[in-house]
Structure formats: C-alpha cells, structure tokens
C-alpha cells in the first residue's frame, strides 16, 4: 500500500528512446552531447535522438549541457536542461 499523503513525482534517466518507463512522470534523456565531467559510456543523443523520446513525458535533457547546446536540447523538444557542471 502506499503512504498517505501526494503522489510523489517519479523521474527516470534514459538513454535510448525504446526502453521507456511506463510509471515515470518526467524522463531525464543522457548524454545529450560528449559529457564534460566524465568520459561518455552511451552514444551522444544530439537533437534528433532527444526528439524520439517525445511524447507522454516531459524530457530533461542531461549530459554535455553547456551554454551553446542548451537552445539546440530545448529546441528539440526538452522541457529543461540540467547540468552538472557550469553553464
């Protein structure tokens, strides 16, 4: 049973548009771009990979976030971008 109270908001990191939760309320899409802080264990996602996870979900997009690829993430279609290092 669930505690009382809200419903707690559930997020969940992807990194490949067919292996999508179905009970996430908000997906944080990675890399979007070659990460800064670490080296890349996924393939980079860039604008059209960050298109395919568009639907009933809004997309964070995470990973190479700087001030130059942060328009091209919301242009495709992510509702906020995060970054770990500066912007």
């Not at 802080?37 to 639907?55: E, I, M």
């Not at 009933?56 to 091209?72: D, K, Y």
Request: aromatic fraction near 4%.
């Amino acid at each position: 049973s669930r505690p009382p109270g809200p419903r707690p908001v559930v997020s969940a990191a992807v990194h490949h548009p067919y292996l999508l939760p179905a009970h996430a309320d908000w997906l944080v899409a990675s890399p979007f771009a070659a990460p800064i802080s670490k080296k890349a264990v996924t393939p980079a996602l860039g604008a059209d990979g960050l298109r395919a996870f568009q639907g009933a979900h809004p997309v964070v997009a995470l990973g190479g976030i700087t001030a130059m690829s942060a328009p091209r993430a919301l242009g495709a279609g992510a509702r906020a971008v995060a970054s770990i290092g500066t912007l």
